[in-house]
């Protein structure tokens, strides 16, 4: 079994594995533009760094497999800043297996998830927080998710880390010229920075609060449309989707197992179920499906429990249940929220009023970077818990304090992968996409 390495040559498709117009493969790792020339017909040997060169791959009888296009990277270039290419060719499937016999018979292997990625962090492309936004950027569900990854891609929380690094370190060596001088040496007595650790750990906290809106917004929530047979679930289900996906029929029991689907309510992804109408059901199939919309309930971030135009409006309970009546054109404005998927009247509230109970509990701020990573919160919270224990020891000996602000550091220096075990790091890299 191969576990992450730097240097082997390395190939994967960075593509989906789907017939399209094009399709890239990339390669890393020693010697990789010498043992791809055998099997390339074009001016490759004698191109430049970050050059794209017109050609076609062949076989080891040098036939022709397919006319691409390559992109040479001279070691100290490119993603991984190893030896390093990427071939363009044409999306067809039988061609994207014929030139990965083709590399791997150069001497290639294929590559491991995330190992590009964990190539550039071991060659000091980005840090740690930086490869882990490439992948949080290709999995982001909306268009907030996107810009944020982007920002810790291009080395938002890396920067952060590093200004309280330099105040941790300033603070570490004031407390260093203590501990030089002898017990009998007359030195002025160290004072607490108050000031300036309270400052660390405000600025830390706010970016660690930023988790669980930061995981709202790239993860999603799941809420569950509930209530009784023809409350308007399915429709209610339809118009937030804005497509006919589920069935609607005046006939009760229509839906007997759950609807699912993602869809993005007010910028944030919901996975959104279509469930069966609740009542006692002597037919086993629908009673099955009641028994599953009860355990979806359960697990859901938000019930959005719709009721009849008819049925009693019921005073909010639960603080994840949300009551909305259906058919406002028959009945007319009731209290609470309704809406009327014929006209289309108050689907728009129903979405607003989804958005803010999925929030309600949720701080954002503007002026720090989020973090969409358990780790990095967690980290931020050692650093932040390290600075308190300091906090809490002033008054002890010179050597006492010096080794809560150092655990400070270190946590800060877990965060940005300066310091970690290269178990995590496999753990960390092996979710992520192929090619990456």
Known sequence: MFSYTTGDPIYALATSYSPSALAVIRASGDDSISLLLPYFKGRLSSAKSNMAVHGYITDENGNKVDEVVVIRNDKG?????????????????????????????????????????????????????????????????????????????????????????????????????????????ILEEWEFPHDRVDSIIERLRTIASTYKASRLYSQGAQVVLAGRTNAGKSSLFNALLKENRAIVSS???????????????????????????????DNLIEAEGIRRSEALMEEAD???????????????????????????????????????????????EVAAAIKERLTEDIETYSEVPSVDSERQKDKLLETIEALEDAKRAEGKSVDIMALYFQAALSSLSELTGEVTSDDILEVLFSSFCLGK
């Open 77 to 185: 270039h490119g993603y991984t800043a190893e030896e390093a290419f990427e071939i363009m060719s044409h999306g067809s499937l039988p061609v994207i297996r014929a030139i990965s016999r083709v590399l791997e018979k150069a001497g290639f292997r294929k590559a491991l998830k995330g190992e590009f990625t964990y190539r550039a962090f071991m060659h000091g492309r980005m840090d740690l927080t930086e490869a882990e936004a490439v992948e949080e950027l290709v999995k982001a569900r909306t268009g907030r998710a996107g810009r944020e990854a982007l920002e810790r891609l291009e080395g938002s929380i890396r920067r952060e880390a590093g200004i309280a690094k330099d105040e941790i370190v300033n603070i570490l060596a004031s407390l260093e010229v203590q501990l030089d001088y002898g017990e009998d040496e």
């Open 251 to 281: 006939e009760e029991g229509t839906t007997r197992d759950y609807l699912e689907t993602w869809a993005e309510i007010e910028g944030i992804p919901v996975r959104l179920f279509d469930t069966a109408g609740l009542r006692e059901a």
């Open 302 to 348: 938000l019930v959005v429990y719709v009721l009849d135009g008819n049925e009693e409006a019921k005073a909010e309970g639960e603080k994840k249940v949300l009551y909305v009546h259906s058919k406002r054109d028959l009945t007319g404005s009731s209290e609470g929220l309704s809406f009327s998927s014929l006209t289309g009247e108050g689907i728009s």
